[in-house]
């Protein structure tokens, strides 16, 4: 107990000199308490044996929330979750002369319809049926969209879902070799099923013979739609 009183008492003298230091700024005094009572080196005392004890509980209180807040972290972390649609897993069905494509969203596909006739064309028209909301239209130059008769054909892609075009060159367009009539570009719009097809409205030889009579192909004729 006695020498409790004496740490207790050096620290209160401590204090009190530190105290004078700080507060007394140019002064140079120091002031040193003559007689400390019992009473209050048992304050002392106590406070400096509680405190610590204090201090090391909250420390340990931190240490512990410090590492049960670790361990949460690094439990852990959750697995992306990816739809269908972002990775683009949804396919396009495209019907075409009977036959089905598969292909995705984004995806841009080649429309071809192939011709072979046993003359030269002097002229033709047609029309190429597709859904806009599937299929987007992308828009090529003639010699692109019209292999063979170029610059001699005129086309009208304007309207919703159909694309309208037709030819006249009296020199003649040579299909006898079957190339391709038209090839138009299309980019896929969303997932599920959809169709392209072509219309023949008429088509004529160079010597006026007529291989179309009522949208219906007649004569020596080969033709197939495809996707390339």
């Given at each position: 107990?006695?020498?409790?009183k004496i740490?207790?008492?050096a ?18 005094k120091i ?5 400390t ?7 002392t ?8 004890a204090t201090?090391?509980a ?10 049960t ?13 990816y ?11 495209i019907n075409v ?6 292909h995705?969203?984004g ?27 599937m299929?987007?239209?992308?828009e090529?130059?003639?010699s692109?969209?019209?292999p063979?008769?170029?610059d ?5 892609c ?13 020199s003649?367009m040579?299909y006898t070799q079957s ?7 299309f980019r896929v719009?969303?997932?599920?099923g ?7 409205e008429y ?8 291989y179309?009579?009522d ?8 033709y197939?739609?495809?996707i390339?």
């Amino acid at each position: 107990m006695l020498r409790r009183k004496i740490i207790a008492s050096a620290l209160t003298l401590g204090m009190a000199f530190s105290l004078v230091l700080t507060g007394c700024s140019g002064e140079g005094k120091i002031t040193i308490p003559t007689e400390t009572t019992e009473a209050q080196q048992g304050t002392t005392a106590q406070v400096l044996t509680v405190a610590p004890a204090t201090t090391q509980a909250a420390t340990e209180a931190e240490t512990v929330a410090k590492a049960t807040e670790a361990e949460t972290e690094f439990e852990g972390f959750p697995e992306p979750v990816y739809t269908e649609e972002a990775v683009n897993n949804e396919p396009c069905t495209i019907n075409v002369d009977g036959k089905a494509y598969t292909h995705y969203i984004g995806d841009v596909v080649t429309y071809v319809f192939n011709l072979k006739t046993p003359e030269a064309l002097e002229d033709f028209q047609a029309s190429t049926n597709y859904d806009a909301g599937m299929l987007e239209f992308i828009e090529g130059t003639p010699s692109q969209m019209f292999p063979l008769a170029g610059d001699s054909a005129v086309y009208n892609c304007e309207m919703p879902n159909v694309i309208k075009y037709n030819a006249v060159k009296i020199s003649g367009m040579d299909y006898t070799q079957s190339s391709y009539l038209v090839a138009f570009n299309f980019r896929v719009l969303d997932s599920g099923g959809t169709a392209i097809s072509t219309t023949l409205e008429y088509m004529d030889s160079v010597k006026s013979e007529p291989y179309v009579s009522d949208y219906k192909i007649v004569g020596d004729i080969q033709y197939s739609e495809e996707i390339i």
